[in-house]
């Protein structure tokens, strides 16, 4: 018997959501007074985000870059001795606080809703402290009904767009019916695409859980329609300083069961945002030294930064040379040549090859020359998917006019 052809469809993951930009934004979500702006302020190592002890203190979203640190890009520094260093980078969005009633325009919520829509990512900001001093908009913390209240009001939004989008929708029929067999086959495809992930949400379930369920076809038309639950999502938990320091809450196991439940596999990371903003004011020793004096207490924003990058599916690959070393953001899955593409279009169009090296064995090896001798230095076509950690250098062509 003749082997089994194998499905050119791709394996389903959550990396199948979303388009690649080399532009991509992480946004801040929450509750309002639950930490947003403070965690802003210290990511962003400035004030630039007002953090005031009252709702929609924020109202326009601030944004900010972000470093990511990297060990492996700073030994490429040391052994290369560049002119100039380019470290990997996220832009990170201040959004204001989300009230329920939000999807209908309650409080700021057609606004925030929309600055919502134009990340790529969605950090949820829980407080999971008590403190008579700070107001909470539903009178004390609850931060599992909080994230109970945002999410609803995400769908709730994501059901009035797919509603409004298959009204528009039924107003094409005629139209298409008129073109041709395949334009009625095509609208008919979309109306089913369009009823199924309402029914889905209708049933209380974010687009993001339905990988599994969702043909390449729903996922193409998910990336275009860019819908709020489809982003992928992490939980920042806002501790007090004396619950981060002894890594125990009330708050949570009730929360770790929340996310299990409805954003399995997602990332939860506890902080202490008037901890870390005060921190991150320190620059090299002075922060080191503040965070080894705290015991128990090491700033939680880098973790937060890589796992930011994780949960929108990205990894580095380096470039590194006596002028420059640099760290690209691509997309987990990307081949040589369209992660050369991030560097210029060019190194797509032309791609000839990629001269590769694994970071990590670089650094064991010690140089280029020893990763020469070990045979560890390669060379690898078009069809070569780039590891987070590659350092590439690209072969191009000459490029035809």
Same mark, same amino acid.
């Given at each position: 018997?003749?082997?089994?052809?194998?499905?050119?469809?791709?394996?389903?993951?959550?990396?199948?959501?979303?388009?690649?930009?080399?532009?991509?934004?992480?946004?801040?979500?929450?509750?309002?007074?639950?930490?947003?702006? %403070?965690?802003?302020? +210290?990511?962003? @190592?400035?004030?630039? &985000? =007002?953090? /005031?002890?009252?709702?929609?203190?924020?109202?326009?979203?601030?944004?900010?870059?972000?470093?990511?640190?990297?060990?492996?890009?700073?030994?490429?520094?040391?052994?290369?001795?560049?002119?100039?260093?380019?470290?990997?980078?996220?832009?990170?969005?201040?959004?204001?606080?989300?009230?329920?009633?939000?999807?209908?325009?309650?409080?700021?919520?057609?606004?925030?809703?929309?600055?919502?829509?134009?990340?790529?990512?969605?950090?949820?900001?829980?407080?999971?402290?008590?403190?008579?001093?700070?107001?909470?908009?539903?009178?004390?913390?609850?931060?599992?009904?909080?994230?109970?209240?945002?999410?609803?009001?995400?769908?709730?939004?994501?059901?009035?767009?797919?509603?409004?989008?298959?009204?528009?929708?039924?107003?094409?029929?005629?139209?298409?019916? %008129?073109?041709?067999? +395949?334009?009625? @086959?095509?609208?008919? &495809? =979309?109306? /089913?695409?369009?009823?199924?992930?309402?029914?889905?949400?209708?049933?209380?379930?974010?687009?993001?859980?339905?990988?599994?369920?969702?043909?390449?076809?729903?996922?193409?038309?998910?990336?275009?329609?860019?819908?709020?639950?489809?982003?992928?999502?992490?939980?920042?938990?806002?501790?007090?300083?004396?619950?981060?320091?002894?890594?125990?809450?009330?708050?949570?196991?009730?929360?770790?069961?929340?996310?299990?439940?409805?954003?399995?596999?997602?990332?939860?990371?506890?902080?202490?945002?008037?901890?870390?903003?005060?921190?991150?004011?320190?620059?090299?020793?002075?922060?080191?030294?503040?965070?080894?004096?705290?015991?128990?207490a090491p700033s939680?924003?880098?973790?937060?930064?890589?796992?930011?990058?994780?949960?929108?599916?990205?990894?580095?690959?380096?470039?590194?040379?006596?002028?420059?070393?640099?760290?690209?953001?691509?997309r987990r899955g990307?081949?040589?040549?369209?992660?050369?593409?991030?560097?210029?279009?060019?190194?797509?169009?032309?791609?000839?090859?990629?001269?590769?090296?694994?970071?990590?064995e670089l650094m064991?090896?010690?140089?280029?020359?020893?990763?020469?001798?070990?045979?560890?230095?390669?060379?690898?076509?078009?069809?070569?998917?780039?590891?987070?950690?590659?350092?590439?250098?690209?072969?191009?062509?000459?490029?035809?006019?």
């Amino acid at each position: 018997m003749a082997p089994k052809k194998k499905s050119d469809e791709p394996e389903k993951g959550p990396w199948m959501l979303g388009k690649f930009s080399t532009h991509l934004k992480v946004g801040l979500v929450g509750a309002p007074n639950v930490g947003k702006s %403070t965690l802003y302020n +210290a990511l962003s @190592k400035s004030h630039h &985000s =007002e953090a /005031a002890n009252y709702p929609f203190c924020t109202i326009n979203p601030a944004e900010t870059k972000v470093i990511m640190e990297d060990t492996r890009l700073d030994w490429l520094v040391d052994m290369a001795k560049p002119k100039n260093i380019l470290k990997a980078h996220l832009t990170i969005v201040d959004i204001a606080g989300l009230i329920k009633g939000a999807s209908t325009g309650a409080g700021l919520g057609n606004a925030f809703l929309s600055h919502i829509n134009a990340v790529d990512g969605i950090i949820h900001v829980m407080r999971a402290f008590e403190d008579d001093d700070v107001i909470h908009h539903d009178d004390k913390p609850n931060p599992v009904a909080d994230i109970e209240m945002i999410t609803s009001e995400l769908r709730l939004k994501d059901i009035s767009m797919l509603t409004g989008m298959r009204e528009a929708h039924m107003k094409k029929r005629t139209s298409a019916a %008129t073109k041709s067999p +395949a334009a009625l @086959k095509a609208w008919e &495809s =979309e109306l /089913a695409c369009l009823e199924k992930f309402k029914a889905w949400l209708e049933d209380g379930k974010d687009i993001r859980n339905g990988i599994d369920k969702w043909s390449t076809t729903e996922i193409d038309y998910l990336n275009e329609y860019a819908l709020l639950t489809g982003k992928p999502v992490m939980f920042a938990i806002n501790l007090s300083f004396t619950d981060y320091k002894r890594k125990k809450n009330k708050f949570l196991k009730p929360i770790f069961e929340w996310v299990q439940a409805n954003a399995k596999g997602s990332a939860m990371i506890p902080f202490c945002g008037e901890y870390e903003e005060r921190i991150q004011e320190l620059e090299g020793a002075a922060f080191k030294e503040a965070e080894e004096a705290e015991d128990g207490a090491p700033s939680a924003l880098q973790k937060m930064i890589r796992e930011a990058f994780k949960m929108v599916n990205l990894v580095n690959f380096f470039t590194f040379g006596p002028d420059e070393v640099r760290a690209w953001n691509i997309r987990r899955g990307f081949l040589a040549p369209k992660a050369g593409g991030v560097i210029h279009t060019d190194f797509e169009k032309a791609f000839i090859m990629a001269e590769v090296m694994a970071i990590d064995e670089l650094m064991e090896a010690g140089s280029v020359a020893a990763m020469k001798e070990k045979g560890k230095w390669r060379q690898e076509g078009k069809n070569y998917e780039v590891k987070d950690g590659d350092c590439i250098e690209f072969k191009i062509g000459q490029i035809k006019k």
